[in-house]
């Protein structure tokens, strides 16, 4: 992480994640999704992963 702050990732041990400029994410990868969303849409995590 580059230049990044107050982010949350997490990606399966395999991956390398690379991220520049970021402020209040959270990345997450699970069954071959990748998540990108603001940390304060955190509540609706369910239903992006949905495809709500």
Do not use: T, W
């Amino acid at each position: 992480m580059y230049n990044c702050r107050n982010c949350v990732v997490h990606a399966a041990e395999h991956r390398q994640v690379v991220l520049e400029g970021l402020e209040g994410y959270i990345v997450a990868e699970k069954d071959r999704r990748l998540l990108v969303c603001r940390l304060s849409e955190e509540q609706r995590i369910k239903d992006f992963a949905a495809g709500k």
